[in-house]
């Protein structure tokens, strides 16, 4: 497939706008919301044969709320800080009525009783929903395979992975098929994706956002949060959807700021952490290379860099799997004794496991869990206000990687998605996704910032600091030919 010439201009001019950029121009009348969603919805058309980004796409609904966001912005109605804007979202949100097939085939012909809080906060914001997108099966799988929908592509190059669970999220706004989505993150959802494809991915405090009407993964790490093009749009993103809410008893009472208040105040004095252990281990050269790099940027912005020991990092790992196996099970478990068939044989094999697991065991586990939040805490948030990490310790892998048929090197391999984002979901800490480069594949390459609980705003000031100082979130995979099939 060829990109026609004009319709990649006609993509640059309005698609190519950030999130907050596309609200400002609808409100300031630059732009019509009927103009800004026929033109992504012309988009889509052009990308999702090649990438596979989106599992629905709700073109007439979409237009009618258009017309109506319009009617509103012309009668001088009340605005809310999403206005017009179309966004789409991972398949796992619920509306009454509507289905959300959290890319299973279980849930594909199942209308939703309920609508999720946060669907409510983003209408009431004035978006418009687009469509639903690509995601792992019930959000298990790291690297964005889905058995049921198809395999999402990342627009950088066909040929490698999207990473997981949130892979339509983040491939469609790197490939400007919408401006931005929601994700969900238990330990790396949100993180690995945004990270391998080139955009800005946040992963708030556990409880900053309500899980009321999202399909759960593991309820105890389970995150919501937005990817975007840039961190100002993380900030837009999470002032909306934050915040109590009486449907989820685990939504924190903790006053939501105005996350995009003081994003610009600069970063000196910030202590910024960089571990002397596991999260910086085994790092690819020129991973370490962009890791350095970014760093430097952040030093010259007037952030001290403090290098920290990370106590018993390595025994997040298998308690955080231990414990979200059981709680998967425990939602799955109806469904793997009565229909055992529709999963697809990987997903079933990650949920199975927790229905052996004795209760004493996942009990432990999380009093385990308790202690050495504790001592996270004690020993490296109080020292740091930050801690910088790759996300993928890695350069992007191919999806042949991902099949080899060898289970050695997938032993290996597919612990690298989540090896250094998991033990944010576990301590329930917030963290931020950021570009920081390409690697020698030319793939994108980012660092993570992980912050104390409700500390969003100091991340998002970190990572809007170093985009003001850096170009690497305006690169774009789209280009005149297509995407790129192969490697360089």
């Not at 790396?188 to 009321?212: D, E, F, Q």
Request: hydrophobic share 40%; net charge positive.
């Amino acid at each position: 497939m060829k990109l026609i010439p004009h319709q990649r201009a006609r993509a640059d001019e309005f698609t190519g706008m950030s999130l907050t950029e596309a609200a400002g121009a609808i409100r300031r009348r630059r732009i019509s919301s009927l103009e800004l969603t026929k033109a992504c919805l012309a988009w889509i058309d052009r990308v999702q044969p090649q990438l596979n980004c989106f599992i629905s796409i709700e073109r007439e609904a979409v237009l009618a709320a258009a017309r109506k966001a319009d009617r509103i912005l012309a009668a001088r109605g009340p605005l809310g800080a999403l206005h017009g804007v179309p966004l789409a979202h991972k398949d796992m949100f619920f509306r009454r009525g509507k289905i959300a097939t959290c890319g299973s085939k279980i849930l594909r012909d199942q209308p939703q009783t309920t609508t999720a809080t946060v669907v409510e906060r983003l209408e009431a914001a004035g978006a418009l929903w687009l469509g639903g997108l690509n995601m792992g099966e019930f959000a298990s799988n790291p690297t964005g395979d889905n058995a049921h929908f198809g395999r999402c592509r990342n627009p950088w190059n066909l040929a490698a992975v999207t990473g997981g669970s949130s892979s339509g999220s983040a491939a469609a706004v790197a490939a400007r098929a919408c401006h931005a989505s929601l994700g969900s993150d238990t330990g790396g959802s949100i993180r690995t994706p945004a990270a391998i494809c080139g955009v800005v991915g946040l992963k708030p405090t556990h409880g900053r956002v309500s899980v009321h009407g999202a399909m759960p993964r593991a309820w105890s790490h389970d995150s919501i949060g937005p990817l975007a093009r840039t961190v100002r749009d993380c900030a837009r993103l999470l002032s909306v959807i934050a915040g109590a809410d009486p449907n989820d008893p685990d939504a924190s009472r903790e006053p939501v700021p105005d996350y995009e208040r003081g994003i610009g105040a600069g970063i000196a004095g910030v202590r910024i952490g960089v571990p002397t252990d596991h999260f910086y281990d085994d790092l690819a050269p020129d991973i370490r290379r962009c890791m350095d790099a970014s760093l430097a940027v952040l030093s010259a912005l007037g952030a001290h860099i403090v290098p920290i020991a990370v106590p018993q990092a390595r025994a997040i790992m298998p308690l955080s799997v231990l414990i979200a196996e059981c709680e998967s099970s425990a939602y799955h478990a109806h469904w793997m004794q009565t229909r055992p068939q529709d999963y697809a044989p990987d997903v079933r094999a990650r949920f199975e496991p927790g229905l052996t697991v004795p209760a004493v065991r996942y009990i432990e586990a999380q009093n385990e869990r308790k202690r050495l939040t504790r001592e996270f805490t004690a020993s490296v948030m109080s020292a740091v206000d930050v801690l910088h990490t790759p996300v993928l310790p890695v350069p992007v892998p191919t999806i042949a990687a991902t099949e080899d048929p060898d289970p050695e090197n997938l032993r290996k391999l597919i612990p690298m998605f989540t090896r250094n984002t998991r033990a944010a979901s576990f301590f329930g800490l917030p963290a931020l996704s950021v570009p920081a480069g390409f690697s020698d594949n030319a793939m994108p390459v980012a660092f993570q910032l992980i912050g104390r609980a409700f500390a969003e705003a100091l991340l998002l000031r970190v990572g809007h600091a170093y985009q003001e100082a850096t170009d690497w979130h305006t690169r774009s995979p789209v280009r005149a030919d297509g995407f790129r099939n192969e490697g360089p």
